[in-house]
């Protein structure tokens, strides 16, 4: 299959784990892709912050939310919840976290190469 790259999360290249959350990365033609899962209870500003040391997620996401709903403010004012089926474009600048008892699952084709690293 010359020409074709194929890469799954079964082994991901990465995973990082602060509270509530798994990253796996897997590496497809230069691009970083991410799963994201966020746990129920989990929020940037309580679970990310203290590994970004930033006051707010300084990421710009672009991802696909698979399971759960996400809320997103950002400092503008600007807020929406994310759900499944959602395709998003998120901003640097907002804080996050999941809404009711069910994780999140995203996975994110830009942003993953960097979040919830210190």
């Known amino acids: 299959m010359a020409g074709v790259e194929v890469d799954d999360f079964t082994n991901p290249a990465e995973t990082r784990r602060p509270e509530r959350t ?3 990365l897997v590496r497809v033609g230069g691009a970083e892709i991410g799963r994201y899962t966020f746990q ?3 929020r940037w500003s309580e679970c990310i912050k203290p590994a970004a040391g930033t006051d707010s997620c300084q990421v710009e996401h672009v991802g696909y939310v698979v399971a759960g709903t ?3 403010e950002h400092e503008s004012g600007s807020s929406g919840e994310l759900t ?3 395709v998003y474009r ?3 600048g907002h804080d996050a976290w999941v809404v009711g008892d069910e994780a999140v699952v ?3 084709f830009q942003g993953a190469a960097t979040y919830a690293k210190s």
Request: glycine letters at 12%; charged letters at 10%; hydrophobic letters at 45%.
């Open 70 to 72: 996400l809320h997103v």
């Open 90 to 92: 998120i901003a640097p």
């Open 22 to 24: 798994t990253v796996e």
């Open 40 to 42: 129920p209870g989990w």
């Open 84 to 86: 499944a089926g959602s």
């Open 106 to 108: 995203t996975v994110e």
